[in-house]
């Protein structure tokens, strides 16, 4: 520690602190343009100038490089630092446009700001302006660079932030400015249209298209919440004028740290507002086929008495209803109880069944907990190692991806598993191009070479585990070379890998459904968590087993209870003492049999034992594997219910729709994939006669007879808190107050769990699960020659009801495709934009090829989020015996010339 004096007050701060720093420790506000906090100082714009005097001497420095010394008097605002900053200012507008009353940023705009506190009017310097031409190529954002003050903030930014790198500043003197590689226009570059250069940028040269339908003072309010797309659980400002959200600010959240992606930026706020928004209840007319509008009471009575109807024909079990992993926690812990309450059946389940329930049923087996052990920053901060296996998280999780190419930067080694060239893989010391559905072969390979290395953590597995001898005599028969060929690897990087990982001494796993959505996804799950239990690599920092999880609020709709074997909390139904609890708590008798999963129940409807299904915003016909089957399912049904905001797909085959709120039009909480509650908070209030989705389930409860009073959001969590002793210390008010929680949090004063499984697994001992490699259901045939994979793209969302009404998303990513390995494509004359037919024993769909090398030969990948040619037409619907989640990763499909 040295100490200094800062404009007359003594400073005590570490060596190594900038001055800047140090003065702010204190109170003092320095002005600054081109500085971002936790990167290196860029120096470039000397706005910070101040006075130091050391040894009786002085002079003039920026404050963001130089450093506190012992002794140092600094002055920061004499009348020469002032001077010295009009100079720069003079300097900045010398080359900047100034007619602020038509620019964009006018009154949001850090350089105007200064100048008028500086009293800078116009600029000194006489000379020409030139006119540069302006980059407008970008549905989302603008670039001038007549306005830019080349401060690099955009570019420091992109390169060490995003970890995008998609511009810089082209030198040019007087006429610099910031440029794409090669001189293309910013909408061909690798740029990902984050957008955090813009929210970075403290003039108007890099402006967001949509600041000219509002000025700043014209915001009524600025609304923190929380994205509802991925489980990130990004934090942002929703910004309101006349009821209508206009933009988006990005906030300081736990997990996103400032940053956004593409479609929490601009994705999140065009399907509040669309005309396509259901506005009134609908009653299909089983005559025309057409939907009509109907009353509230209308829809509530037909829903109510035709469920009552079902149940007393044919019993509560032949009634289900999915909870929406997309809404608050409030409203997938009403679902629940509805279901439970007043069907009288655990036959509940949410999207979960199709993502990670197996990730949910395998690591509770091996962990005793189904989440994600660490949170986001501690595995992207600090490790030494990352070991990706199955997760794409530049597209899927793309704020969790900048973190990862922040910590490749910083050095950290990247360990790939997945069949394609996805952009991380490019980054990675090492990148394992798997065969699909070979991830156990993978797990266990690395788990012989481990053992062969000697480098297993022998104490850990005495103190910590159980299982380790019958593993140890399963993975002998792995080697290497037999993996290799299961893989399609090279034996040689596996080892690499296998010591890489094992010798590391902070190396967290992060997987996602590369690993779950098999047939043997569970086994896949508890194959990443047997490598993590033999190198003691859980229950301490930047390690664990992450499995990132998907929807905003999966994570959520788990914990509350929308699962058949489980009360919130994961209280399991087959415990008579909690259900017992459960039956005093709700004050009803209760079905002690566990239901029936989400995806038996398509089946269960074609079979006629489920007759009756209330699906809550799930939108399984363009979602679920084979979709002739989910069809002929709904078809089977004798009354099907949906809450929604848009006429989804699956929503034509209701009998009546009833119209619920979105996120941004209601109080609540989304549990992001590191089990931080977070609060999602009401923004703006429509037109129209929906309703709170808490309110349309308390309503539907009443009419079938199960007392149940309405009750606010916060007070729903009260109840939860009441019930469920993971969440006993959460409420509104206090997440109000704290900020987001980590479960579990179990007292008011318990501060929430950031690390699990720290001296003791949830479980006791963590297990080995004697996991054998089998193949997958459908392996390519001579008439199905080729496996199809099927995930995400960056720019939309499962089924685009939200992201497709992004008009800038669509003009960016619009339309389906295939990707397709060179060597498979030439062999049939297929070149790289030829439309095609792909088929396998489901059904056919036609698309456009993307021929290259990200995928192998024999194999192809699709998106699923596009109704021109939907994948899931073609996969295929076997079951993981213990999850019963779908093999939506191999399924066999012949490709040829459309
Ligand atoms: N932009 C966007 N983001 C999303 C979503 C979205 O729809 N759009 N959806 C959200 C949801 S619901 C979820 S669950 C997550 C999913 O997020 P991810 O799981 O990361 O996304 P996917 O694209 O489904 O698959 C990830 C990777 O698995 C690889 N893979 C396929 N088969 C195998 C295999 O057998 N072994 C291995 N090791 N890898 C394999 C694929 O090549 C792919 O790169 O994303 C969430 N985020
Ligand atoms: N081929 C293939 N298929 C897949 C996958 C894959 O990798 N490959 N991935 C699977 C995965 S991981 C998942 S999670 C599923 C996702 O599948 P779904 O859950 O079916 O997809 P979403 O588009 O998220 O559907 C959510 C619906 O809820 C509505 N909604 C959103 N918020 C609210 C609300 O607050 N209230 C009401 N009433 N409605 C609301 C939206 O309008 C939307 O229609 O897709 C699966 N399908
Ligand atoms: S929008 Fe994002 S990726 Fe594109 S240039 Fe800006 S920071 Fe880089
Ligand atoms: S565009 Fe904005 S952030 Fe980038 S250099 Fe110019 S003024 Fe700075
Ligand atoms: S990373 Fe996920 S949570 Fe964050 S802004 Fe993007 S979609 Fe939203
Ligand atoms: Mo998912």
Redesign the pocket.
Known sequence: MVRLTIDGKVVEAKKGTSILHAAESVGIKIPTLCYIKDLLPDGSCRMCMVEIENRGRTKMETACTAQVAEGLVVTTNSEKVRNARRNVLDMLLSNHKTDCFSCKANGDCKLQDLCYEYGVAKTTYEGEQTDLPIDDSNPFFTYNPNLCILCHRCVNTCHKIVGRGAIDTMERGFDSAIGTPFHVDWIDTTCESCGNCVQACPTGALTMKRRKEYRPYQVDKKVLTTCP??ATGCQYYLVVKDNKIVDVEAANGASNKGLLCV?GRSGCFDFVHSPDRIKYPLIKNHETGEFERATWDEALDLVASKFLEIKRKYGSDALAGFACSRSPNEDCYMMQKLVRCAFGTNNVDNCARV??SASVAGLAMTLGSGAMTNPIEDITKNPDVIML?????E???PVVGMQIRQAVQRGCKLIV????D?DLAKKADIHLK?R????VAFANGIMHIIIEEGLQDMDFINERTEGYEKIKEIVKDYTPEKVAKICHIDAEDLRKAAIMYAKADMAPIIY????TE?STGTEGVMSMSNMALLVGKLGRPGCGVNP?R??NNVQGACDMGALPGDFPGYQKVSNPEVLAKFEKAWGTKLNPNPGTHATDIFPAAIRGDVKGLYIFGEDPVVTDPDTHHVIKALESLDFFVMNELFMTETAQYADVILPGVSYAEKEGTFSNTERRVQRVRKAVELEGEMRLDTDIFTDIMNRMGYPQPHLTSAEIMDEIASVTPSFAGISHERLDKEGGIQWPCTSKDHPGTPIMHVGKFTRGLGWFYPAEYVPSAELPDDEYPTIL?T????Y???TRAMTGRTPGLMQIAGKSFIEMNIEDAEAIGIKDGDRVKVSSRRGEIETTARVGTKVSPGET?MPF?FPDGNANWLTNAALDKYARIPEY?VCAVKVEKA
């Open positions: 797309h991925c479609k993502c990670h296996v199955g997760s794409n998280p597209e899927a999780h598993v997945d069949p394609r996805i798997l699909p559905g070979t991830n996602c459904l590369g690993v098999h990132l998907g929807q994979m995930g995400r793209i960056l939309h969302y499962t990948w989020h990763k």
